[in-house]
């Protein structure tokens, strides 16, 4: 147990479909971050929000929606998804963007 | 921008047996370094991190690292391995990366760890 929760843990959806991922700290952290889990592929930076502002954002296509109401709480909404968007997709905060980064177990997205 | 490498994509070894797993960078100044280790269907642990001083870190589970600035290596090591050790390490590098002007966390692309028992 991290401190950081995410749910759903599963979640199968279809390319019409609009889903929302969330993610929780309990570590009174201040950075949390997208990452996006592949197969053979390193893990990808998706978005780095530090204080509730967005700091990054890697070329993620606008079909990947975040929002970060407070620096507790992450969501990542997704829309109209491609079979390749299939991945694992972990949370994770630190206390600042310089610091270590706490993981959330992940959400498990299959698109179908 | 910079780089990390874990040359080893699967090891295997023998429950009792040593372990080392290889880390390389690739950074002009030295960088944070991290080991992150990944059972199946989980996130990310941390095991351990060096920032500065010692040379040689202990983390959690038994595991430690030695970083050396020569080599630009941050190797991972456990005396004695145990079946539950089995899992996929990631190596990671923070550093200021120049090209987007902000702090980076970059991982390698991870060593699988398999126990025979």
């Given at each position: 147990?991290t401190?950081?929760t995410?749910?759903?843990?599963h ?7 609009k889903k929302?991922l ?7 952290h ?11 592929k390193p ?9 509730k ?10 079909r ?5 109401p407070n620096?507790s709480?992450l969501f990542l ?5 491609q079979p ?7 949370c994770?905060s630190?206390?600042?963007v310089?610091?270590?980064q706490?993981?959330g177990p992940g959400?498990?997205l299959?698109?179908? | ?7 080893d994509?699967?090891?295997t070894v023998?429950?009792g047996a040593?372990?080392?797993?290889r880390?390389?960078?690739s950074?002009?100044?030295t960088p944070y ?8 269907g989980?996130?990310l ?8 001083g010692?040379?040689?870190?202990q983390g959690?589970k038994g595991f430690?690292a030695?970083?050396?600035?020569s080599q630009?290596?941050?190797n991972l090591r456990?005396p004695s391995?145990?079946?539950?050790d ?9 550093a ?7 702090y980076q966390?970059?991982?390698g692309k991870?060593t699988?760890?398999s126990?025979?028992?």
């Open positions: 147990e401190g950081v995410q749910t759903p843990r979640l199968v959806m279809g390319m019409t479909n929302s969330k993610c929780e700290q309990h570590l009174g201040n950075a949390m971050y997208w990452y996006k889990q592949s197969a053979k893990l990808e930076l998706m978005f780095v929000y530090n204080f502002e967005q700091t990054e954002n890697n070329s993620v296509p606008s990947f929606s975040p929002e970060c620096s709480h909404h997704l829309h109209t998804l390749e968007d299939s991945a694992l997709y972990l994770a630190s206390r600042g310089d610091n270590e706490y993981f959400t498990r299959t698109v179908t | 921008a910079q780089s990390v490498t874990q040359p994509i699967h090891i023998s429950e040593s372990l080392e797993l880390c390389n960078y950074y002009g100044a370094l991290f080991w992150y280790v990944q059972s199946p989980q996130g642990q941390l095991l351990l991190k060096y920032f500065s010692d040379t040689l870190v959690i430690e030695e970083f050396k600035r630009s290596s941050f456990k391995v145990h079946w539950s089995a899992a996929e390490y990631f190596c990671a590098v923070g200021l990366d120049s090209g987007a002007g902000s966390l970059t991982f991870g699988k760890l126990v025979i028992p």
